[in-house]
Every structure is written in structure tokens, then in C-alpha cells.
């Protein structure tokens, strides 16, 4: 350790304490001149990009006349580099994206996009689109994921987030105020940006100077801002991390901070009345102004800090440009003694007694500030000496510091180049470190520090797996299949599905069936089998887990893609897909399912679809178009009756198809004599029924002829169809053409519910049947008779029934109750 004191090393400005640590010395490029570049570096330790600069005259040494886009890490270590020959005009300015995306902006409005290998990432995006392709973009400011460029006309137009690619023209801006005749068109003298979290609308605000004044440009409103007398015109402008206040450099020389509103709230009188070439806030407390020599750094009170520089050099604005270091530094100096076994330690340790918990919480953080390990390893040292005197100190705090610099050590390697301080770490959190540590393809570190912090390693896996295969052409797929195993069987639930896919997007369509079939999960595998040509085995395991849904999928991807009869050969084989399509063929594709059963040999189901065709038809008041005898729905049948006399066990289905045709050409017959559509589609009984109700009975006796209707069905027929139309001289007449088969109780039916008991009483009678000639004279209200007919009969439980059906007639009673006595009938009451 060094005898000299760490606080030596730190300035104070105002209240605040700042020190100019070296990350990385020396940087690892070589002949980089920053002067002769435009460079853009990520925050958060992020990457350094670097163009030749074409709007200044250079001297070219040993290099290319081609200029080169290089991408570097921030210790200087070359990433890569692509030959820029972007067309577009000149290029106007370059930015990191949050997701660590270089954003290219030349004249004529296009935006290129690189990645950190420096691969260039389609599509282009056009900001100032065909209404405005004669214009020039002459200067844009980033943020995060956005931009405001502004044209020489001076138009400006926003991209608020790259991501969703939209591009927003704002208000025109006025022109500024000129006593001249004619107005010349003035460009801002500078640009700012606040952006769209840190305003009330939520969209950015682009701040102008123009002329004397500054204007606040929104998507549709301009607005002046007060900027005091005397202060304008201002030469550079920027606004501070919070969206708070605004750092400006006046044209007289002073550095004046106003709110965002322009109130001012502090100004500095500077040696130089130049506009400094950067401007930038070290946090939130002080400005970087940086001159050809010199760094100035500007606070509240007091006099400035200043650094000087005989090389150009690049501010590069963080989220914490501060500090802190607070009465550590006895204990610090404590330590050291304790180690040289001096009598100073105790003495040390006596004259911080009182705060000793707020100095070992000190040297903790100061710890996690610190870059150079060996005093993070002292300042942890001391924090551990002076917690030994400390009951009230939380145990696990020293353990959880050394566990964030073991990380932080780790990414700010030279190699890796990511010089993350620990507040950065910590807005930047863990998860979105591993992100850029992937997408830097340092996968090993990556893995290691989520296994260290127990987060998810699937992330880091997958994404050098699909690296793998993008690097690993020459290798062959067994081969690179288990190296690529090796690894994934490391994490539990991997999605082997998406590395799949990435094999199959690098044409390794081989490699990628290999691989799907270690993914567990059928909702993954399928839908990926199919993308890769596999549809057999995305059948087999669809059909295998068996969801219809999935199975549906793979079913309407091969019907979409294969010949009928090789489709019809894939399902046929596996029950469940085969049933799953005649189910929703039945439905929806009549024909192509009648395909399917006649290249599998089942002519009874396609005659069976025919024949529900036909039905289907019938309810169409189209379908009777054509000719009567053989119509569309005549032929369906007719070809279901066919289909079905090919097959044995089918007999009864051709007979009654054979019949069926036979009875709706006969309908049609008799719609077309008769001129009323009552008939196709009736059964033969109604045929029959209504024949005769019009008077038809040469017709219905064909129909009964033809289907071999019986006599006792055909009596049936008659007796209710003469009753329906009143004619009794023709009912008593077919009565006594011959003994009726079915005997006379019919008659007397159709004669009662048609109310007509004269007729009932023709053929009452007749009926043979004692009980039958009881219930229907009782049915017509006559008593008596129907006491004679039950005591014919002899039946007690007949004549019990017959009393109560008379019950509210006394003198009927009195009929069956002499009867009783008369015959003393056992169970009559």
C-alpha cells in the first residue's frame, strides 16, 4: 500500500469531492487520433466507435483511403470493423442505442444500424422520407434510444424510439427577428435535447438557439423561452442528466446554468470568450468544458478545477461523474498502522470510537467506488478491522461488496473493457450486464457471473449455442450437435426449439431436426418441425401428445403443402389426425373428404355423403330446379345407391337409396300434375295420405303398388285421409269392399276425432270385440250400450273404469251399478 494518503488524490469543488482516476492506461489501440474522428461511446462502460471524420482535411500515413467504421471496447481492445460504403452523403453524426446499437446518420436522412460486430442490421430507416428527399440533415442529437435531426431548412424531425422506427417532423421553428429587407434563413447556433421521460408530455422537447432568443420546438407547438438579456446569442447548449437544468456557454465567454425554463441559476466568467469543442455535465453538480488543452471543471462556488491535456480527448457523459469520500481516512490510515504493528492503530481507532459504525459503512463504499483492486482489498481490509469493534454493523454487508466487485473486477479486464462504476452497475442492473456480455460474445464470463449471482444461466446458453452454429459452418452437424448438447444439458428447460430454429435460419436444416428432437415440449417441437420440412415426424409427435390443436396445425400445414393422395397416405396410418380430419372435413370439405375415402376403398362412407348432399340440397329452394326426373338430388342418390351395391354388408343402404331416388322422381311427378309443391321430400305414408286427400286415389295407388305398401298400413292411410276430408260415403263404401284387414276399430277412430258419432256408430257394431264396442259407445256418451257390451264381456275392472267415466252422471251410474248386482262382478264398486 501506499504511504500516501488516498484523500490526496481528491479535489474539492464547492461541497463536492472529485478525483480522475486511470481505468486504462495505456489504451490498447494504436495510431488513434481522436482529432481526426468522429467518435461515439456507449454509456456504462459500453463500446467506442470510431470513423474517419470526412467534413475535416486529413493527412493519410500508412492507412487506407477507405474509411473504416471500427468498434472498440473501452480498454481500446479492436471488436471489429466493416469499410463504410454507405451512400447518403456525408455522415452527421453516430450514437450508441441503449440496447448497444450504432445509429449512423447521414446527410440525406438515412439511418444505418451496426451491431457490436460491426454487422450492419436491415432494414435502413429514412427520417426525412420522399416528402422531403431534397433536403439535408445538417445536425441531430441522440438520446437513449432516439434522435432529433434538424435540416437546412431548418425542419425538425424526431425518431422518439428506434425500436418502433417512427419518424415525427415537430413545429416549424420562427425565423429570428432582422431589421434587413430580405430575411436570410438561420440555423440554430446550437441543439438540445429533453427527453420525453423527463417532460410532462411525454414527448421530447428540442431546444434551438436561435438568434438572441432560444424556442422549445414540440410535435406541434413552438415556444419562446425567456432567455435573460445579454446571454444570447448562446454558442452550445446541454442539458443535464435529469432533465432539470440547462448548461450553456453565452458568446461573451461566461457558462451560465439556467433551469429548463431559463431561469437562470448560476454563472462563471471563463478565461476564453471560444466556445469550448465539448460541453458536458459531470453529474449533476458540475460542467466539463473542454478547450484544445484544457478540461475546466465548473461548479456552483469556488474557483474551477483544471486539467490539462496535450492530446484531444472525448467527454463521454455517465450517469455519476462524483465522488464521495467522507471520514474514512483514519480508519483507513488505522489499518495501515495495525498491519505495521504500530501503537498508532489504537490511537487511530480511539479517535473515530464514536462513528466507528458510519466509518466502516464508509470504507465499504468507498470500496465499491474505487477502480484499483489493491485498495478495494485495503478499504474492505479496514472495514473488516473496524467491524470487530463493531456489534451494531450488519454482518453480510462486507460479503455483498465483495460479491459486486468480484463482478465488476471481472468486466472491467482490459480484455472484456467495460469499466462500469458501481453506481452504474447498479441503474444498469445484473441481467442487462449479461445482455451486453452475450451480445460481446464473451459468453464464458457471462455464464460464470449468473452461476456466481444465481440467476438464469438459459439465456447466456442460448445465445452461445446459436453463436455456435453461426461460427461453426466447417463442423460437422453429429459433431457440432454434441458440443452444442454438452452445454444445454447444463440448464434444465432450455428451449431447444429456439436453437433449432437458429440452425434451420443458417441453412443447417439437418442439425436443427437433430436438435428439435431433445425439446420436450410438443407446443415448441411441432410448429419447428414443420417450419424445417419435417411433416411426417411433426404429425407423429403431434398426434403422440395429443392435442387436437397442435395436430390441426400440422394437419393444415400438410393439406396446404402435400398432393391429396400423399396427404391421404400421411393421416391414414395415425387414428387420431385421420378422425380429427373427417370430423372437420365433414363439415367443411365435402369433396375433398369423398377424395379421401375413395382413394382408401370406402365407397359407403362417399356414398353416404352423397347421400347427406342430397338432403342438404333439398333444403336449397334452388335444388328443384332442372328437369323433374332427374335432378341434381336424383343423381346424388342414385350414385349413393350405386356405391352401395359394391359392398355386401351394405345391402339395406342401396335398397333404400335405390328407393329413395324412386320416391322423389315419383314426387316430382306429382308436383308437376298436381302444380303444388307439397310432395318431395314427404315418406311414402304422407305421399299416400295426400294423394287421396286430393282426390288422387289412382296415384296413391301406384305409389302403394310401387313401394309394396301393406294392406293393413294401406287401410290406415285411407280410413284417416277420407275421415280428414269429411267424405263418409266413400269411407262406408271402402268399408265394405272386402273385411278390412285391420278390422273396424279404425273407422271408428277417425269417425270420433273428427266429431262426427252418427258415423262412429256405422261401425261400432261391427267390432268384434266386446271391450272395444264398451270403450267406444262410452267414448260417444252412450251409456247403456256400452253396459251391455262391458257385461258381454264379463270384465268387472272394465266396467269399474267405464262407471267413472260416467261418474257425474247419476242415471248412468245407476246402470252400472244394477249391472253389479245383477251379475255381482267381483272389483266393481
Not at 141 to 147: A, D, L, Q
Not at 216 to 242: F, H, I, R, T
Not at 513 to 519: D, W
Not at 771 to 799: C, F, P, V
Amino acid at each position: 500500500m501506499a504511504n500516501v494518503s488516498v484523500a490526496a488524490e481528491w479535489q474539492l469543488l464547492g461541497d463536492r469531492y472529485y478525483r480522475k482516476p486511470e481505468l486504462y492506461h495505456p489504451m490498447q489501440w494504436r495510431h488513434i487520433d481522436l482529432s481526426r474522428n468522429k467518435v461515439a461511446c456507449a454509456p456504462f462502460g459500453g463500446p467506442v466507435a470510431l470513423i474517419r471524420d470526412d467534413s475535416k482535411i486529413v493527412q493519410l500515413y500508412s492507412e487506407s483511403a477507405l474509411r473504416k467504421l471500427r468498434l472498440f471496447n473501452s480498454a481500446g481492445v479492436s471488436l471489429s470493423d466493416v469499410v463504410w460504403k454507405n451512400p447518403g452523403g456525408r455522415l452527421i453524426g453516430l450514437s450508441w442505442s441503449d440496447d448497444h446499437t450504432l445509429v449512423c446518420i447521414v446527410q440525406d436522412g438515412t439511418v444505418y444500424r451496426y451491431n457490436v460486430h460491426a454487422e450492419l442490421i436491415d432494414p435502413n430507416l429514412s427520417i426525412l422520407g420522399h416528402d422531403f428527399f431534397d433536403e439535408n440533415v445538417v445536425e441531430c442529437v441522440f438520446w437513449g434510444n432516439g434522435v432529433v435531426c434538424v435540416t437546412e431548412t431548418c425542419k425538425v424531425f424526431a425518431v422518439p424510439d428506434f425500436k418502433t422506427r417512427t419518424v415525427v417532423r415537430l413545429a416549424d421553428p420562427p425565423p429570428p427577428p432582422s431589421s434587413e429587407l430580405e430575411l436570410e434563413l438561420e440555423l440554430p447556433h446550437c441543439v438540445a435535447v429533453i427527453e420525453p421521460q423527463y417532460t410532462l408530455s411525454g414527448n421530447v422537447e428540442v431546444l434551438l438557439a436561435i438568434g438572441d432568443g432560444v424556442v422549445m420546438v414540440e410535435e406541434d407547438e413552438v415556444q419562446a423561452l425567456p432567455v435573460p438579456p445579454g446571454d444570447g446569442p448562446l454558442q452550445k447548449m446541454v442539458v443535464s442528466g435529469n432533465g432539470r437544468f440547462v448548461a450553456a456557454f453565452t458568446h461573451d465567454g461566461r457558462l451560465a446554468v439556467y433551469s429548463t425554463r431559463f431561469e437562470k441559476m448560476f454563472e462563471y466568467q471563463c478565461e476564453s470568450a471560444l466556445p469550448p469543442e465539448q460541453l458536458a455535465w459531470c453529474g449533476l453538480d458540475s460542467v466539463l468544458l473542454y478547450w484544445d488543452d484544457m478540461l475546466l471543471m465548473v461548479g456552483p462556488s469556488d474557483e474551477p478545477v483544471r486539467y490539462l491535456y496535450d492530446e484531444p480527448i472525448v467527454l463521454v457523459p455517465e450517469c455519476d461523474g462524483v465522488r464521495i469520500l467522507t471520514n474514512t481516512t483514519l480508519l483507513y490510515d488505522a489499518l495501515d498502522h495495525f498491519d505495521r504493528r504500530s501503537a498508532k492503530a489504537d490511537e487511530n481507532l480511539r479517535l473515530i470510537r464514536s462513528s466507528l459504525p458510519e466509518a466502516v459503512e464508509a470504507c465499504v463504499d468507498a470500496a465499491g467506488h474505487e477502480f484499483d483492486v489493491s485498495r478495494q482489498r485495503t478499504l474492505l481490509r479496514a472495514a473488516s478491522y473496524g467491524q470487530a469493534f463493531c456489534s451494531n454493523f450488519q454482518r453480510d454487508r462486507i460479503q455483498e461488496m465483495c460479491k459486486t466487485l468480484r463482478v465488476l473486477n471481472a468486466v472491467r479486464n482490459p480484455e472484456i473493457g467495460i469499466p462500469l462504476s458501481i453506481q452504474q452497475y447498479k441503474l444498469l442492473t445484473p441481467s442487462v450486464l449479461i445482455g451486453r456480455l452475450i451480445n460481446a460474445h464473451q459468453h464464458l464470463l457471462a455464464l460464470r457471473i449468473s452461476e456466481y449471482l444465481g440467476m438464469n444461466q438459459e439465456v447466456v446458453i442460448m445465445h452461445w449455442a446459436c453463436s455456435k452454429i453461426t461460427a461453426s459452418l466447417a463442423i460437422p452437424d453429429a459433431a457440432l450437435l454434441e458440443i452444442l448438447l454438452d452445454k444445454l444439458r447444463l440448464c434444465k428447460g432450455i428451449s431447444y426449439a429456439a436453437v433449432s430454429a437458429h440452425a434451420d435460419k443458417n441453412g443447417r436444416r439437418k442439425l436443427a431436426a437433430m436438435l428439435i428432437e431433445h425439446e420436450p415440449r410438443s407446443s415448441k417441437q411441432v410448429p419447428l418441425l414443420l417450419s424445417i420440412g419435417e411433416e411426417d415426424t411433426a404429425l407423429m409427435k403431434a398426434t403422440e401428445s395429443g392435442d387436437t390443436d397442435l395436430v390441426y396445425l400440422v394437419l393444415f400445414h400438410i393439406w396446404q403443402k402435400k398432393q391429396p393422395l400423399e396427404f391421404f397416405g400421411m393421416i391414414q396410418a395415425r387414428m387420431l389426425a385421420r378422425d380429427l380430419f373427417i370430423t372437420y372435413a365433414r363439415c367443411y370439405k365435402h369433396e375433398f373428404l369423398k377424395d379421401f375415402f375413395l382413394s382408401n376403398g370406402q365407397l359407403q362412407e362417399v356414398a353416404f355423403l352423397l347421400w347427406k348432399e342430397s338432403w342438404a340440397m333439398g333444403k336449397n329452394p334452388m335444388a328443384s330446379r332442372g328437369s323433374p326426373l332427374h335432378g341434381p338430388r336424383i343423381k346424388l342418390i342414385e350414385k349413393a345407391h350405386s356405391l352401395f351395391s359394391e359392398t355386401k354388408e351394405h345391402t339395406f343402404e342401396s335398397k333404400a337409396a335405390e328407393e329413395h331416388a324412386k320416391l322423389i322422381r315419383m314426387q316430382h311427378e306429382l308436383e308437376v300434375t298436381t302444380k303444388q309443391a307439397i310432395f318431395v321430400d314427404s315418406s311414402i305414408s304422407d305421399t299416400i295420405r295426400t294423394c287421396i286427400v286430393l282426390g288422387n286415389h289412382r296415384a296413391a295407388m301406384k305409389v302403394k303398388t310401387e313401394f309394396k305398401v301393406s294392406e293393413k298400413r294401406w287401410y290406415w292411410l285411407k280410413v284417416f285421409a277420407l275421415a280428414t276430408i269429411r267424405d263418409w260415403d266413400a269411407l262406408e263404401k271402402f268399408s265394405k269392399e272386402k273385411r278390412p284387414p285391420i278390422g273396424y276399430r279404425p273407422f271408428v277412430e277417425a269417425c270420433i276425432e273428427a266429431d262426427e258419432k252418427g258415423e262412429a256408430l256405422k261401425y261400432i257394431p261391427k267390432l268384434a270385440d266386446p271391450r272395444e264396442r264398451a270403450e267406444s259407445y262410452a267414448r260417444i256418451g252412450m251409456a247403456k250400450e256400452a253396459a251391455d257390451a262391458a257385461s258381454q264381456a264379463k270384465d268387472g275392472e272394465l266396467l269399474g273404469r267405464l262407471k267413472l267415466t260416467f261418474a257425474q252422471n247419476a242415471a248412468a251410474s245407476s246402470i252400472f251399478d244394477t249391472l253389479r248386482d245383477r251379475l255381482s262382478f267381483q272389483g266393481v264398486s
